[in-house]
């Protein structure tokens, strides 16, 4: 044990010898009632025994004073424990709520151990330390903000709730918790989490950065897949199951179609290894649902949902002068269908809902159709491009990063003969670079998304590689959302976009939990041709039905599933290696840093002395007090004159 302050000791042996010697030098007489003043003498005689300096007594009154002036000198020293925990003053909180956070092999789970780890840092601030509580794990959040209110940090703490969707990025949450350190002296940084995180490896936290890792097992499995798929009899089924953990297990997976039983199977799972089974399945089937007969220690990815696509397919319009490579890299895209347009059509009459999609090969006509375009080879300039030249043997440079459009695509081996000189605005991003000239431009303007490849398929090997359904496949997903080879799965936060015709009043979703929302009341936002809906956190079937004038004239449904291995991989990291500008690395609170101050309970604990002190010493008129409550109503014995 130590104290901030120990200079308050000395109180007590300054004050302690005081209270002491007053009761040395404290005349202790009794009043008394006596017959005859004979016995006056006997009490003058009293006055030598009562001389100062006399030997001490006992004496409880002085025994519950001096243990009141030895609790208030300890509260004033501020006695405290050395524990595992922080040491600044200003505190920032990284409070990781990301879906891993839901296991529960620490009860109840791993976010509720995280909340009461926060809220014990919380109570090791010193009286005038502040501190920020950031909730990391989809969207950040900052529900307190430099606060030394102990109930407003409480309050915001316990308010966090888990997130499916978003991952557990700490990027922004460590930039911001970075530029609230540099303002602050002692400022302090505490990331509370499993450890499965990610963080960009130039950040330099200007403060020390504490880790509290939370949870202890590694064991889960999940359903990592499920998809239905239209097929030649009906529809196909496929399933997988992914083992997570560090050993072998055998789990059941239970399979079930518009919520009936359908079938069952066991399967043998090595550490991080998946099995998968095809079923064919009727066409008529709506729903598919996977379910593992055992609950482990993440039930959110026990279980995952499908729907169906068959006759909800997604029309686009393809205007070329014929393109077999394009025709049939469409045609293997499920939920698809490709409306081959001659190039001589200049007038498009179909609307958003019913085609949101053209291609243009080797096309540009003068007036655009609505919805979204994808340019191939484009032979002239438009509104959202220019075309300045050619290139001549362009080497084939995707720019780094995590690019969504190419995603599983490589395209080391591709070579392109020729290809369109591009300049483009702003509103599009490189995703594909050629010698200074971007090769395969994305990007949103004026609520449409383009696309634009500069070069013809029939100018490259492209349409010979591996790469080119997956790429073809990415490019239709960005230009129609919940269409092609992911048609109808959404992953959890992901904003629902569905396009709609103008004639549309209104748009209703219902949630996995049978709430509705609604265009009408703005829980569903209309623009640009398009509804959004952004709420999808929680996992299950989203059904969006269009009406006009009160009439159903269209419906979707899209499944949301927690397919996410980073997720899913619960094992708690020991250690997370955050740089920091001091040099350190480790992030691990081992060392005995945090205080436990506990000079609160000694100040309670005094006052209760002061009490008992108080009672003690006016226990004569309590007595009295007492004996007049016992006697009230009593008539009283007359007294006889003489």
Do not use: C
């Not at 006056?40 to 006055?47: F, G, K």
């Not at 395209?411 to 702003?426: D, F, Q, Y």
């Not at 708690?572 to 480790?586: I, K, R, Y």
């Amino acid at each position: 044990m130590s104290f901030l302050t120990p200079l308050a000791l000395l109180g007590a042996a300054i004050i302690g010898p005081l209270i002491v010697a007053m009761y040395f030098l404290k005349l202790r007489r009794e009043e008394r009632t006596v017959s005859s003043t004979f016995l006056w003498q006997r009490m003058v005689r009293d006055v030598e025994a009562n001389a100062p300096w006399q030997k001490l007594r006992r004496n409880i009154l002085l025994l519950l004073q001096l243990l009141l002036l030895l609790l208030l000198v300890l509260a004033l020293a501020r006695p405290f424990m050395f524990s595992t925990g922080i040491s600044g003053r200003n505190l920032i909180l990284i409070i990781d709520r990301s879906a891993s956070m839901g296991a529960t092999d620490v009860a109840p789970s791993r976010l509720e151990a995280a909340k009461t780890q926060a809220i014990t840092l919380v109570d090791q601030l010193p009286d005038d330390g502040r501190a920020t509580v950031i909730a990391a794990g989809g969207q950040m959040e900052v529900p307190a903000a430099s606060s030394s209110d102990r109930r407003e940090l409480r309050s915001a703490i316990s308010a966090i709730e888990l997130r499916n969707g978003g991952g557990s990025d700490l990027s922004q949450a460590l930039t911001l918790a970075s530029a609230l350190a540099a303002r602050e002296e002692q400022s302090e940084v505490a990331i509370i989490s499993d450890g499965n995180v990610s963080f960009p490896a130039d950040v330099r936290v200007p403060a020390t950065v504490r880790y509290f890792p939370i949870g202890n097992t590694d064991t889960n499995v999940a359903i990592s897949a499920l998809s239905l798929q239209p097929s030649a009899g009906g529809q196909t089924l496929f399933v997988q199951a992914t083992n997570y953990g560090a050993n072998p297990v055998t789990r059941r997976v239970d399979l079930f179609l518009d919520d009936r039983p359908f079938n069952a199977f066991d399967v043998t799972l090595e550490p991080g290894r998946e099995a998968s089974r095809v079923f064919d399945i009727p066409a008529q089937v709506q729903t598919a649902e996977a379910r593992l007969g055992e609950d482990d220690a993440l039930p959110t990815d026990n279980r995952a949902v499908a729907v169906s696509i068959v006759n909800d397919a997604t029309t686009i319009r393809v205007v070329t002068p014929g393109n077999r490579f394009l025709e049939t890299g469409l045609s293997l895209l499920p939920g698809l269908q490709a409306q081959i347009v001659p190039t001589s059509t200049t007038t498009f009459t179909e609307t958003v809902a019913e085609i949101p999609v053209t291609i243009f090969d080797g096309v540009v006509p003068d007036t655009l159709p609505p919805g979204n375009v994808f340019f191939i080879n484009p032979p002239r300039s438009t509104e959202f491009f220019s075309v300045t030249g050619t290139l001549d043997f362009p080497a084939v440079r995707p720019l780094p990063g995590d690019e969504p459009l190419l995603r599983n695509v490589s395209l080391s081996e591709v070579s392109v003969l020729k290809a369109a000189r591009l300049t483009v605005g702003n509103w599009g991003r490189v995703v594909v670079d050629g010698d200074g000239a971007p090769l395969l431009v994305a990007g949103e303007r004026d609520g449409r998304r383009v696309a634009v490849l500069a070069f013809a398929l029939q100018e490259s090997d492209l349409p010979l590689q591996v790469a080119f359904p997956l790429l073809l496949s990415n490019l239709v997903n960005f230009l129609a959302p919940g269409s092609g080879a992911e048609a109808a799965q959404l992953a959890p936060g992901q904003p629902l976009a569905l396009p709609i015709d103008q004639n549309i009043t209104e748009v209703r979703l219902t949630r996995p939990d049978g709430s509705v929302v609604s265009s009408a009341d703005g829980g569903i936002q209309v623009q640009n041709g398009q509804a959004v809906y952004a709420d999808t956190d929680a996992l299950g079937v989203y059904a969006v039905e269009e009406f006009r004038n009160q009439e159903r004239v269209a419906g979707h449904r899209y499944a949301v599933n927690l397919f996410t291995a980073g997720e899913s991989r619960i094992g708690p990291q020991q250690d997370m290696n955050v740089p920091q500008t001091s040099g350190l690395q480790s992030t691990v609170a081992r060392e005995q840093v945090g205080r436990d101050e506990f000079w609160r309970w000694l100040a309670a604990l005094a006052l209760l002395v002061l009490v008992i002190e108080w009672l003690v010493y006016q226990r004569n008129g309590i007595a009295y007090l007492r004996d007049r409550w016992r006697n009230r109503g009593k008539p009283q014995k007359p007294v006889r004159a003489r």
